[in-house]
DNA sequence: CACCTCCAT
DNA sequence: GGATGGAGGTG
């Protein structure tokens, strides 16, 4: 098809019938020949000309949350604080005009009857986050586990209600879904004419299919192919303003004239796209009636696609973005919009083109494009001509792969015993959370910590290690660690003027039989069935949530309950002990009752007294360096009573006086 | 593996 | 802007 068969005949715009129809021809594919046997096959993958992606998100998600938690009205305008700020803003309060940014008071003028919710804090003395008045920044640290747990249910609601199909979550308030598999099923099984090659077929199963039915409907909003223009278009729609990713073109109205022969006419694609949507209503509606949550979706072939579908129509709209319709609802599109040229990339775009629309970055070859970004800026090409190969990955039930407790100090901290108070704090969450998390999935480790930190206005800096894995993760065996790490990173200069403490686990995973549990790690012995066993009833045991009193206490206050809890359950009368050289405290196993682990013979007690003994000594070693801080001339310091070495810096180097235990065992 | 950069909500 | 989370690059 040449531009010039293409041309529309307004006339108004001649002249740039030309570059319009260029960008057009730069989407291929729209249209791909469907056959039998594409339509009998299973694993096409990306390139499934069925394929069909949704995604899903939760309409202002946090305030929503608390909307359900203090069960207050859909219509009661309602924002969630963060501080001063407003981190979710819901439909209702939008309605006043409020948005995201605006501070606190400025809501409140705008709403007088806006419902204030701040967002559940840890605060010093408390074991778990909750609801305070008197939220303070420079005591308190947000906690936003309620969201997590409920962004959970709303994902396992969708991997239960849709059997075949593949869950992405694919950020706290957003999943994506394959429905490709579900769908082909459910097109077989509809239009079962299209199950068998027909005897004559010309071309066996390569043949096309015959002409999808015409009467197709869809449940949800069809993005229209041709989009009427602006000046023509009907206002004050039922659901306010048009979101902003709605197209709306400010120039060249030739734009919407007909492009492809016959470009309305349904295809197969079509049909799979309104089973879909389909399927996807239905979850949603579950999704509303059992949880309380309303939710937008977009529906169509490629994960990018249906992000952007989704925004079309919100709160609770439901949107699908058919092939044919992709060109004219990508050509205005503000390229920076859009997922991953949100940021520098796509700022760098605009700035080498001086260009803002999807539709202007079309005139730019591929050459040109790798040329000045790069061989992999292919998939911006692509992207820009609604190409995404990206699969929907699921990555079943396992929890996040990384834990991160941060937070930004009001007034920058001077003193290391600030460090070690905030890193306490962070400590005490990311146990909270681990353990938490291992209730569900019991044998979770995190291989690594890692401590950010930044000072003033340089930029971050990170030091890591590895988190050797403990049954019984406590805050003082997080907080040693990290307290380490503080120690390589900031040091105790009395300079510093740390801005930002972030305390992380990453490459959490599920700890396989290989892997070191306890025992594995020191050698001891192989971990045993029952020790899983074992571990797992302790896991399931009362004792998570009932041990967080640990949490933001001070550091001595909290150690010394810790210790003494540990003591207390100390009725094994083992006879296997370890007795600190330095303050006389007796280390002991616990009994079997839970929450502690039951011990089979000595070698498994041995271990834990190994452990338990690591942990007193890390906890010497943080209570060394914290005199050493504040001591008046910091930097003296003795470690009376330790075999290994006096020398804050290089403790860890040494032999960790565990491994001698062992050695010497 | 250690550390950093970028992107996103 | 703050609190998170994920991917990827580089030595």
């Known amino acids: 098809m040449s531009s010039e068969s293409l041309a529309p005949k307004a006339s108004a715009w001649k002249g740039k019938g030309k570059a319009v129809d260029a960008r057009?021809?730069?989407?291929?594919?729209?249209?791909?020949?469907?056959?039998?046997?594409?339509?009998?096959?299973?694993?096409?993958?990306?390139?499934?000309?069925?394929?069909?992606?949704?995604l899903c998100d939760s309409d202002a998600f946090y305030a929503a949350c608390e909307m359900n938690r203090l069960g207050v009205s859909p219509d009661q305008p309602l924002v969630v604080l963060q501080w001063d700020s407003l981190i979710a803003v819901n439909y209702a309060a939008r309605k006043f005009g409020i948005s995201r940014m605006d501070k606190k008071n400025d809501a409140i003028k705008r709403c007088p009857h806006l419902k204030v919710v701040h967002v559940a804090t840890y605060k010093e003395g408390e074991a778990e986050p909750g609801y305070w008045d008197d939220v303070d920044t420079n005591t308190h640290k947000v906690s936003l586990d309620y969201y997590r747990r409920e962004s959970m249910k709303i994902a396992a609601l969708f991997r239960e209600l849709l059997p075949g199909c593949e869950v992405e979550k694919a950020s706290i308030d957003e999943a994506f879904i394959d429905f490709t598999k579900p769908v082909r099923e459910k097109l077989l099984e509809r239009y079962p004419y299209i199950a068998n090659v027909p005897s004559d077929a010309p071309m066996g199963a390569d043949s096309p299919l015959p002409s999808p039915p015409v009467d197709w409907e869809v449940?949800?909003?069809?993005?229209?192919?041709?989009?009427?223009p602006p000046e023509t278009k009907t206002d004050g729609q039922e659901e306010g303003k048009q979101t902003e990713a709605s197209p709306s073109l400010n120039e060249e109205?030739?734009?919407?004239?007909?492009?492809?022969?016959?470009?309305?006419?349904?295809?197969?694609h079509d049909v799979a796209l309104s089973i879909a949507s389909e399927l996807m209503m239905k979850a949603r509606q579950e999704?509303?009636?059992?949880?309380?949550?309303?939710?937008?979706?977009?529906?169509?072939?490629?994960?990018?696609?249906?992000?952007?579908?989704?925004?079309?129509?919100?709160?609770n709209g439901?949107?699908?973005l058919r092939n044919s319709a992709i060109p004219n609802y990508l050509i205005p599109m503000p390229f920076q919009k859009i997922r991953f040229l949100g940021g520098k990339l796509g700022k760098a775009l605009a700035e080498a083109y001086d260009v803002s629309t999807v539709g202007d970055l079309l005139h730019i070859s591929l050459e040109e494009i790798q040329r000045k970004f790069g061989e992999e800026s292919i998939w911006v090409y692509e992207l820009l001509r609604g190409i995404d190969r990206s699969e929907v990955k699921d990555k079943g039930t396992t929890l996040t792969k990384s834990m991160l407790a941060s937070k930004n100090l009001p007034k920058p901290i001077t003193q290391a015993s600030e460090g070690y108070h905030w890193i306490r704090v962070l400590a005490a969450e990311l146990a909270l959370r681990l353990n938490d998390a291992r209730q569900i999935s019991p044998n979770l480790w995190p291989k690594t910590i890692v401590l950010h930190a930044r000072k003033g206005y340089e930029a971050g800096r990170s030091k890591q290690a590895p988190f050797p894995f403990a049954k019984e993760v406590t805050v003082d065996y997080i907080a040693n660690a990290g307290s380490k790490l503080w120690k390589e990173l900031v040091g105790n200069t009395s300079t510093m003027k740390v801005s930002s403490?972030?305390?992380?686990?990453?490459?959490?995973?599920?700890?396989?039989?290989?892997?070191?549990?306890?025992?594995?790690f020191l050698r001891v012995k192989p971990p045993s069935k029952r020790a899983r066993e074992e571990e797992e009833a302790a896991a399931n045991g009362p004792g998570v949530l009932s041990r967080l009193h640990q949490v933001a206490t001070t550091s001595s206050d909290n150690r010394t309950r810790v210790e003494e809890e540990q003591a207390e359950k100390d009725t094994s009368g083992s006879g296997l002990s370890y007795t600190c050289p330095k303050c006389q405290k007796v280390l002991r196993p616990s009994p079997s009752a839970a929450p502690g682990p039951a011990f089979q013979n000595g070698e498994d007690r041995a271990s834990f007294v190994a452990a338990l003994q690591l942990e007193h000594e890390d906890w010497h070693f943080a209570q060394d360096l914290m005199r050493e801080d504040s001591a008046p001339n910091g930097g003296k310091r003795i470690v009376p009573g330790q075999t290994q070495g006096n020398k804050t810096k290089k403790r860890k180097k040494e032999a960790t006086g565990i491994e001698k235990f062992f050695m010497k065992k």
């Open 24 to 54: 057009y021809s730069q989407f291929v594919d729209l249209y791909p020949v469907i056959t039998y046997r594409h339509v009998l096959s299973q694993n096409l993958g990306v390139k499934d000309p069925l394929r069909v992606v949704a």
């Open 219 to 228: 449940k949800g909003t069809v993005v229209p192919v041709h989009p009427p």
């Open 253 to 268: 109205p030739g734009l919407f004239e007909l492009h492809f022969e016959d470009d309305d006419a349904t295809t197969w």
């Open 287 to 315: 999704v509303l009636t059992r949880l309380g949550y309303s939710t937008s979706a977009g529906v169509s072939r490629n994960k990018f696609l249906a992000k952007l579908a989704a925004s079309y129509r919100k709160p």
């Open 318 to 320: 439901q949107s699908v």
């Open 501 to 520: 403490v972030q305390l992380s686990f990453t490459g959490i995973d599920v700890s396989e039989a290989g892997q070191k549990t306890i025992e594995g």
